[in-house]
């Protein structure tokens, strides 16, 4: 019968048999997938795996001191991280194009990536041992319909670290070939990766990045991951994370609406709730969010966010509407 502790098993002999005694190379995302992937094969491989967190600054609060902090604790796995803050918001800068950011965020991503990964080639191979495997964590969906589904083949194209170039050719690892992702969290869960990453809901590639409506600036980051973070907190609250697929904030960043706040009349920025239900994004409707929790999460948002003014919720399906804004 199926339990998280025999697929461990079985999964930790097939990943100690492939690898033998290489090293082995994962990006880890922060998401889902990737997490338990690493997870797995440091139960399997233990030292011989390195991690590398590429952080570009598009991601929610909390999220990269779970990764480099939490998980870290949670496996001791081996990482490296990389501050690319900077880097991405200088390669952003007066970039409004909804493609044409997802093309640089992926682009930079690949780049930094390589760099990264040529340094753990170098400081942690060895002529007897190289790195020669890279872990990705596809799972049985993605084989199956590998290319099927839109949100799917985003995915692989901004995480698709396969164009390495010449001399950085790894071998695939793919040990949640085989599950689905409720069985992907039941393993996670098995081999103690933090329930803030084994439950967390899809999140784009390119993070808040899309989810800025104009430019992408420090400034306005802070603001969105404020008023995401505490989106999310009431949520969580009320209990509705199971129910609602995902709940991207966005921040209409180039628009402005008179109101009043505290003292006096101000000119702020809206941001718009857009709470979705749906079974694999590829359709969707928008959740039925109760009143009070939007009241909440309104009230919340405008008291604690200086230069958000207004909050306004998305009641459009998908189609027509996709689930993120751009
Ligand atoms: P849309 O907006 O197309 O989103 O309805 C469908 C699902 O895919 C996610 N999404 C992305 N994921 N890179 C990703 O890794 C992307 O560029 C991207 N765009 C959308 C979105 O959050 C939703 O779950």
Not at 69 to 95: I, N, P, Q, W, Y
Not at 114 to 125: F, L, M, T, Y
Not at 205 to 218: K, M, Q
Not at 223 to 250: F, H, M, N, S, Y
Request: net charge negative.
């Amino acid at each position: 019968s199926w339990t998280a502790s025999n697929v461990v098993e079985d999964l930790v002999e097939t990943i100690r048999e492939q690898v033998g005694q290489d090293r082995v190379l994962c990006a880890l995302s922060g998401g889902v997938d990737s997490s338990v992937a690493a997870a797995l094969v440091q139960k399997a491989v233990g030292d011989q795996l390195t991690c590398v967190f590429v952080d570009h600054g598009l991601l929610r609060e909390g999220e990269a001191e779970q990764v480099e902090k939490d998980f870290v604790e949670a496996t001791g796995v081996d990482l490296v991280v990389v501050d690319a803050r900077e880097r991405f918001l200088t390669a952003l800068a007066g970039v409004t194009d909804p493609e044409t950011k997802r093309k640089i965020i992926g682009e930079q991503f690949i780049r930094v990536f390589e760099q990264a990964a040529r340094d753990v080639v170098h400081d942690r191979g060895d002529v007897e041992h190289p790195v020669k495997w890279l872990v990705q964590g596809t799972l049985y969906p993605d084989v199956v319909e590998s290319g099927g589904g839109e949100g799917a083949a985003n995915i692989k194209s901004h995480h698709n670290v396969g164009g390495l170039p010449d001399d950085l050719q790894f071998q695939l690892v793919e040990p949640l070939r085989t599950l689905f992702k409720d069985e992907v969290r039941q393993v996670g869960l098995e081999l103690g990766v933090p329930e803030v990453i084994v439950w967390r809901q899809p999140f784009p590639g390119p993070g808040l990045g899309i989810r800025i409506i104009g430019e992408v600036t420090a400034d306005r980051l802070a603001l969105l991951r404020r008023a995401d973070a505490i989106a999310r907190e009431e949520l969580t609250k009320a209990g509705l994370d199971r129910d609602i697929w995902q709940c991207p904030v966005v921040l209409l960043a180039d628009v402005r609406s008179v109101g009043v706040q505290g003292d006096g009349r101000t000119y702020g920025h809206p941001v718009v709730l857009r709470p979705v239900a749906s079974e694999d994004a590829m359709t969707a409707d928008w959740a039925r969010v109760p009143y009070d929790v939007l009241a909440t999460i309104s009230t919340r948002i405008t008291n604690e966010v200086e230069e958000v003014n207004r909050v306004v919720l998305d009641v459009t399906s998908k189609p027509p509407g996709t689930i993120e804004w751009e």
